[in-house]
């Protein structure tokens, strides 16, 4: 997208923050693309939560708020915002 638009959208830059937090480099990670540092541990919390197979009230309330139908429509509204910022 950048290249047609000269806009960068919410992806733009994941690879490489991808490749910068395998290499433990967190900083540049962050500057490439911030919203990635937060995407990984919380699509790897639900992947978790996606193999569990037993849950407590606990659990099934978290499971709830994290990844139902609310946390959907603000985690769309995240990602807009972000991308709306990043080209500010």
Not at 12 to 29: E, K, M, T
Not at 77 to 86: C, E, L
């Amino acid at each position: 997208m950048y290249h047609y638009t000269g806009l960068k959208c919410s992806g733009c830059g994941s690879q490489r923050a991808i490749h910068d937090i395998l290499h433990l480099d967190f900083v540049s990670a962050f500057h490439e693309n911030a919203l990635i540092l937060f995407a990984i541990p919380y699509a790897a919390f639900g992947f978790y939560l996606d193999q569990k197979k037993v849950f407590t009230t606990k659990q099934l309330l978290l499971r709830k708020k994290l990844y139902g139908i609310t946390a959907i429509w603000v985690v769309l509204v995240i990602v807009v915002a972000y991308a709306i910022a990043r080209n500010l």
